[in-house]
């Protein structure tokens, strides 16, 4: 069984109707990204850090998979699909996607500040100021932020090497480390393009459909699977 190996961005979860900060001059409805997505940020104001992170946990909650999303769980009954995502939703999940690795972090999860290997769910009401983990520190969202580095990266290139074909979905390919993974995959593998731009690649073997996530994965599978 082949495998397709699929990047994701914020361009698949905006036809979701979460917003995302690059299309609205570095803001998240209305919070400067520098004020609430840094580690300065959170050693500066850690209850403002956390009341935006509820916030958006509650707009990802409002959300629904769409065809896209649920269009790449279909070529699972094809192919072997492994899912990176520089999104922090769960909407490749919830659309019933098997094997998907978050280079970003997770909304709905909550990490220790004394031991970032210490990995929580985030239960019904949130994070708060003076929920801690088993070591007695505060509690932080388990989100990677600005100036943080992506320990997940060595994970995410080990999938990149063994794609038989790879397929990029609503990024803009501008955002590092995440945009350098097209640099690891095998000579002649096929690259797949879903994005209204043309992201700047200089590989061969690529194929741009300059559509959005869903009308493009619709075109996509069809030539997949036909």
């Known amino acids: 069984m082949k495998r397709i190996v699929v990047l994701t961005g914020a361009g698949i979860s905006a036809e979701s109707g979460i917003a995302t900060f690059r299309d609205s001059g570095g803001l998240w409805e209305g919070y400067d990204v520098m004020e609430v997505a840094t580690p300065e940020a959170w050693d500066a104001n850690p209850s403002l850090v956390i009341e935006f ?39 490749h999940e919830r659309a019933g996607s098997k094997n998907v690795l978050h280079l970003h972090g997770e909304l709905f999860k909550c990490r ?14 949130g994070l708060n100021i003076g929920d801690l983990c088993e070591l007695g520190s505060q509690l932080r969202p388990h989100i990677v932020w600005f100036g943080e580095e992506v320990p997940k990266m060595v994970n995410a290139v080990e999938v990149v090497q063994k794609a038989d074909i790879l397929l990029i979905i609503g990024t803009s390919m501008v955002v590092y480390p995440a ?8 000579p002649k593998t096929p690259i797949y393009v879903i994005d209204p731009g043309s992201p700047d690649m200089n590989t061969e073997n690529v194929t741009f459909i300059n559509k959005n996530a869903t009308t493009g994965m619709q075109e996509l599978y069809q030539l997949l699977t036909s």
């Open 53 to 91: 992170y509820n916030m958006r946990r509650n707009d990802a909650l409002k959300a629904s998979p769409n065809k896209a999303h649920k269009l790449l769980v279909e070529l699972e009954n094809q192919f072997d699909v492994r899912i990176i995502t520089q999104n922090v939703d769960n909407l």
């Open 112 to 125: 220790s500040t004394k031991n970032a290997k210490l990995v929580y769910p985030i239960g019904e009401y």
């Open 179 to 186: 945009a350098g993974l097209i640099n690891y995959v095998r």
